[in-house]
């Protein structure tokens, strides 16, 4: 229900091998529409920032249609009026986590948190597959900018991190799991409740990544049901 993207490579099928090559650069993702059925969105408004303009001609000339909720419409583009509020805006938070340092068969180091984005969106500039039934559709997610601290926030909550499992481990599983954001929750405010301060970066100590508590963390932001996920094995 999850894709991984990977600048060569992108990983469809859980369990799927990548080198630590082609999994050293931060991945993007993309959401199937099926996975978004039971979701809840503020206003029908599945637009994400990709649409917003400050200009109000260029504006003008986008299509009023919104979307709806079902799958079908999920995977069509949409656009944002200037007056939306972006924390209206349906937005997910994506972790990525290697479950088996430093061992698989003695995880005693699991979690490792390799990666956290947050703020991301549907995206607006995919019109869909006309070749691919609208359930099977998988729609681009994109950072949501407009709530960026700054030019150098490159939206990510933690840096991404490749994998490098010790060289006499057997390979390890990196698992992406995706929530939608409850509302208020943003990038901002997980940088600052975890203590990792308003790293625009999104650099965090190896001490925060180790033996991360995703279930506390679940649960401290009140992140629910997940709505997607995936692995790769490297």
């Not at 082609?22 to 994400?48: E, I, K, R, Y």
């Not at 944002?80 to 924390?87: K, Q, R, S, Y």
């Not at 609208?134 to 991190?161: T, W």
């Not at 490098?164 to 939608?180: D, I, K």
Request: hydrophobic content about 30%; some cysteine; overall charge negative.
């Amino acid at each position: 229900s999850l894709r991984i993207h990977f600048p060569s490579q992108t990983v469809s099928s859980p369990g799927q091998h990548l080198s630590k090559d082609a999994s050293a650069t931060p991945p993007s993702f993309s959401v199937s529409a099926s996975a978004l059925h039971n979701l809840q969105f503020p206003n029908n408004d599945l637009s994400p920032v990709s649409s917003h303009t400050s200009e109000p001609e260029q504006q003008a000339l986008n299509d009023q249609n919104k979307p709806t909720t079902s799958a079908s419409s999920a995977s069509q583009s949409a656009n944002l009026d200037l007056g939306t509020n972006p924390l209206t805006i349906p937005r997910f938070l994506i972790t990525t986590l290697d479950i088996d340092p430093p061992f698989p068969s003695f995880p005693v180091l699991g979690p490792v948190l390799h990666g956290m984005q947050a703020d991301l969106a549907l995206s607006t500039s995919y019109m869909g597959d006309d070749n691919v039934e609208a359930e099977k559709q998988f729609i681009p997610l994109e950072h949501d900018a407009r709530l960026n601290l700054g030019e150098d926030d490159e939206g990510e909550v933690a840096r991404y991190m490749g994998p490098a499992p010790p060289g006499w481990s057997e390979p390890h599983r990196y698992v992406c799991l995706m929530w939608q954001q409850p509302e208020g929750v943003t990038g901002d405010r997980i940088r600052e409740e975890m203590g990792w301060g308003r790293n625009t970066d999104g650099k965090i100590g190896a001490w925060e990544r180790v033996r991360f508590d995703q279930g506390g963390f679940e649960e401290k932001f009140g992140l629910g049901e997940v709505v997607a996920g995936n692995y790769f094995v490297c």
